[in-house]
């Protein structure tokens, strides 16, 4: 059905002359009116719209409505129903398919006085039915392209389906591994965490087409700071972590043009974010300039009840609206109270018109008001979801996203012929867990497994033993799944299949919904009782390749000292199977690199390589002191290092040079190194730059990642690498409360991890 233009695109610029008491009416005609800029377009709708309508287009409903059948006539859904029809809902989340998104959509734009369109919004995370790596995962490629082609595929999927809004990508630095939701990012580092979210924008957003969704930068901000990796738990940190570490993401993505943002469920400086004006004006809309809208996160809005911060809904809407935040999400609190709260003068209505102005800006530019079935095309829906490129394009990034954690007595690559390899582990032959959390239209069942991904090897011959369930605690909605936490029943057929095998795959981990929103963990061990399988196959036969099904980092230590190859396999998503037995195989010659630190120790968390230098860092301690900042049981390093990774090559590093050793305001240097690949396999090799800044205004981490490259090198050939070093580079949040670079000395180093130690140094002037 075509679309009929509204009427208030051709009235609204007189209703705007009479409104501001103006006298130039410039004429009408629509081809005229259709070349408007969009701010003249916004303001042209917001001039017609009443306050309740204002409220409603800054209000959020989750689905609600089983749109084959009738209309609903109580109850909530009856609410809702009725707000749809007034025109007071401006968004919808979790409704997808064409035919339900049409059907919600028709009554917007057809049944309301204004016809203003819905935007659809879902937790487009990481796929929308082929299912790419989770982020966290992705983020180990380093790989901005592949990241970005990811997003890409997530977002046409999405698009075809309906929808015009991902919750994504989730920028929050994460360095505590027990917060379930570090799956959902790109892991510990601020520097990278930018790459990857300007990457992620433009994926999703592209050219803003009908293959695009827009994106929403989250969760703003401090979010992944829960005391204890609790999720949802209270967050307390420093203004200078707030600005050096956890805001740059925040910062990249809407420089990169992210269209929206969602502020989060934590508190900061005791004020939830949700009606923290600090964050929401003050940084994203004043100083970054920023000019899409602020969604809440899930009733956030009421939350600031619980919190102690309002003492009603009503007072929760006032603070919410006064702090900057322009939708509600699912509380209610816009749509019920808003325009009361601005007829008493509580709420300005410049307030509420600013953030109108600013979703129906983003509906502008995402095209909804020229077409608002822009995506409700059934044959394009039929056409587009699955298509085979988009499995080529995650079985892609998931090959890239595996990392090689260890590689002894030559196991890996996997001889292609008369091999007898035993499987062992129930996530080695399941078809659901690599789907990760946040799956979406994905069904259960539908990616491949290892094991499938190993039977299209066929010189070996393969014999499968479960071993142990992967013991899960509650991890499903609404419902209580506690797995085989103690049955070992199965070792004794695990240990037979070991025996008689030349090489044991053993798939041990974590189950997909293990890690997510809501699935905190207090014990970062391979749950149940998969350790203990592990050991007990290892006294039958050590010849095993551990790979590693999770979705945070794991402490492993026992596997790490007696386990010869270890391969990190994540949740890859669809196509997870197909990339691990790839790379198992050498097919894929691995180049992951690990974007969080792994413990060995749930003592360590937060355990993060960027950390600062303490007044008793240890060194040079005498060793009978314990006067110094450690553990008495375990050493301070983590168990690998942010920035790991093994590759079936081996990379040497040298002849580090510096263009010069000092530089001042507005000039640079560069350094460079060659990298040599003196194996006889091609491979990649994450080059990464680390910087310290050695006496500051306030203290600066021990070094920070402040460049990388991801480079392709033959066999016996040397490339030379290298990186620029400017004064925009070494900017920092100082004492000054603001951005700038402080004159002095610094350090560089340059390898393949965050511990190498080839250095050099240099000075900046000013
Ligand atoms: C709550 C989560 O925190 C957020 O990330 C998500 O986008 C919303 N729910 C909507 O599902």
């Known amino acids: 059905m075509k679309y009929k233009f509204p009427h208030y695109l051709f009235i609204a610029p007189l209703a705007i002359a009479l409104s501001c008491g103006g006298t130039k009416n410039t004429g009408i005609s629509s ?8 701010d003249r377009k916004v303001d042209s709708v917001l001039a017609l719209m009443t306050l309740e309508e204002k409220a409603g287009q800054m209000n959020q409903y989750n689905g609600f409505w089983e749109v084959t059948g009738p209309a609903p006539k109580d109850g909530a859904a009856a609410l809702k ?10 968004s919808m989340l979790n409704v997808k398919g064409v035919k339900d998104v049409r059907a919600l959509q028709k009554i917007a734009v057809e049944e309301t006085r204004l016809h203003i369109p819905l935007i659809f919004g879902f937790d487009v995370i990481h796929g929308y039915k082929t299912i790419s790596p989770i982020p966290l995962a992705e983020a180990a490629s380093w790989d901005l392209e592949a990241m970005q082609h990811s997003a890409e595929i997530a977002a046409a999927e999405a698009a075809a389906s309906g929808l015009n809004w991902t919750f994504a990508p989730m920028v929050d630095v994460s360095r505590d591994a027990r917060w379930g939701r570090v799956m959902e990012g790109a892991g510990e580092d601020p520097y990278l965490n930018s790459r990857i979210a300007e990457a992620r924008v433009k994926g999703f957003q592209g050219n803003l087409g009908e293959f695009s969704v827009a994106a929403c930068v989250k969760h703003f901000a401090g979010y992944s700071f829960a005391e204890a990796g609790r999720d949802y738990n209270t967050v307390d940190i420093s203004d200078n972590t707030l600005h050096n570490i956890i805001l740059p993401p925040f910062k990249a993505a809407s420089e990169a043009g992210a269209l929206t943002f969602m502020n989060s469920f934590n508190e900061l400086e005791g004020i939830p974010a949700t009606g923290n004006a600090y964050l929401q004006r003050d940084i994203l809309k004043d100083k970054w300039n920023f000019k899409g809208f602020v969604v809440s996160d899930w009733g956030s809005m009421g939350e600031m009840i619980s919190h102690g911060y309002a003492k009603d809904m009503k007072e929760a809407a006032m603070k919410a609206a006064n702090a900057g935040s322009d939708m509600d999400m699912e509380s209610y609190g816009f749509v019920t109270h808003l325009a009361a709260l601005v007829r008493e003068g509580k709420v300005s209505e410049a307030n509420v018109n600013d953030a109108v102005r600013r979703i129906l800006r983003v509906k502008f530019m995402m095209g909804l008001f020229d077409d608002p079935y822009k995506y409700c095309n059934e044959a394009r829906e039929q056409q587009t979801i699955g298509k085979k490129e988009f499995h080529d394009g995650v079985l892609d990034v998931a090959k ?7 590689n002894e007595k030559n196991l890996l690559p996997l001889k292609k012929d008369g091999q007898k390899i035993a499987v062992i582990g129930a996530l080695a032959n399941d078809k659901t867990s690599p789907l990760g959390s946040w799956r979406i239209a994905a069904a259960d069942g539908t990616a491949v497994s290892v094991l499938e991904g190993l039977k299209k090897y066929t010189g070996n011959t393969l014999t499968y033993a479960k071993g142990a369930d992967v013991a899960v605690g509650t991890i499903a909605f609404g419902s209580e799944t506690h797995i085989n936490m103690t049955d070992k029943s199965g070792f004794a057929e695990a240990v037979t299949a070991a025996k008689s095998a030349d090489v044991i795959i053993m798939v041990l981990g974590e189950h997909g919904l293990q890690t997510g929103e809501g699935r905190s963990r207090a014990d970062l061990s391979l749950p149940g009782v998969q350790q203990e399988l592990l050991e007990t196959v290892y006294k039958a036969n050590p010849n095993i390749v551990l790979v590693l099904n999770n979705g945070r980092p794991l402490t492993i230590p026992w596997a790490a000292k007696n386990i010869p190859a270890i391969l ?50 240890g060194n040079g301690q005498p060793t009978e002191s314990v006067f110094w900042s450690h553990y008495i049981d375990i050493d301070n390093a983590p168990l690998y290092p942010f920035g790991y990774g093994l590759s079936y090559s081996k990379f040497e590093y040298s002849n580090l040079k510096m ?9 640079k240097i560069t350094v460079s190194v060659d990298v040599k690949n003196i194996s006889g396999v091609e491979g990649k090799e994450v080059v990464q730059l680390y910087l310290q800044d050695l006496v500051a205004s306030v203290t600066r981490p021990v070094r920070e990642l402040k460049g990388f ?15 620029t070093i400017d004064e925009k580079l070494i900017e920092f949040y100082t004492a000054n409360k603001k951005f700038e670079a402080e004159p002095g000395d610094f350090k560089l180093w340059i390898g393949g991890d965050s511990n190498t130690t080839m250095e050099a140094s240099f000075t900046y002037t000013n």
Request: net charge positive.
């Open 400 to 406: 890239k996203s595996i990392v090689l954690l260890k």
């Open 568 to 617: 990190e396999g994540w949740q890859l998503g669809t196509e997870a199977g197909n990339a691990i037995a790839q790379v198992l195989y050498g097919d894929y010659n691995p180049s992951g690199k690990l974007p969080m630190s792994f413990p060995k120790s749930i003592g360590q968390v937060p355990l993060y390589y960027n950390h600062k230098s303490t007044g008793r860092p």
């Open 659 to 667: 263009s010069s050793n000092s530089f001042s305001k507005d000039g």
């Open 31 to 38: 081809a005229k009116e259709e070349k408007l800029p969009i």
């Open 709 to 723: 490259e991801l480079t392709a090198i033959r066999a016996g050939q040397s490339k030379t690498v290298t990186f």
């Open 81 to 90: 129903y009725d707000h749809l029809k007034k025109g007071w809902v401006g």
